[in-house]
């Protein structure tokens, strides 16, 4: 299984999210561990535009593979800032850069994060153990 970034947020739907301790403009992926699960990612498709405001938990888009179909989740509540259309032009960035080039969209952050997962919380719910 590929390791969990310790710097990053999860969530138990399996975002990430980056820059929670850093500022306001959260980024937003999904997992390797998802990714993996997914198996090969060949549509990617983010539904809210910039400058829309989305609230945490609600759909926001979605991630299509060779085996299935999934919601990709708000972490947080804000406005979202960029999409990634690089992600959306090449969705297999999600499998072969999920921290990295294969983020998905990034967010200003209205409100808090409190209800994400540390790195340690997010590899306990990945391993069973939570």
């Known amino acids: 299984m590929s390791s969990i970034p310790d710097e990053l947020h999860y ?7 980056a820059g929670v301790d850093d500022g306001l403009t959260l980024t937003v992926g999904i997992t390797a561990y998802a990714a993996e699960a997914l198996g090969d990612v060949v549509y990617v498709q983010i539904t809210p535009e910039p400058g829309a405001a989305i609230t945490a938990g609600e759909a926001v ?7 299935s179909v999934s919601d990709i989740y708000a972490p947080v509540s804000g406005e979202v800032v960029e999409v990634n259309a690089a992600v959306v032009d090449d969705p297999s960035l999600v499998n072969n850069d999920p921290y990295g080039e294969g983020w998905l969209f990034r967010v ?10 540390s790195a340690e919380e997010y590899t306990a719910l990945t391993s069973g153990e939570s």
């Open 61 to 67: 888009g979605e991630v299509e593979s060779t085996k």
């Open 11 to 17: 969530t138990k739907e399996h975002e990430w999210v």
């Open 108 to 117: 200003r952050l209205e409100g808090d994060a409190d209800d994400l997962l």
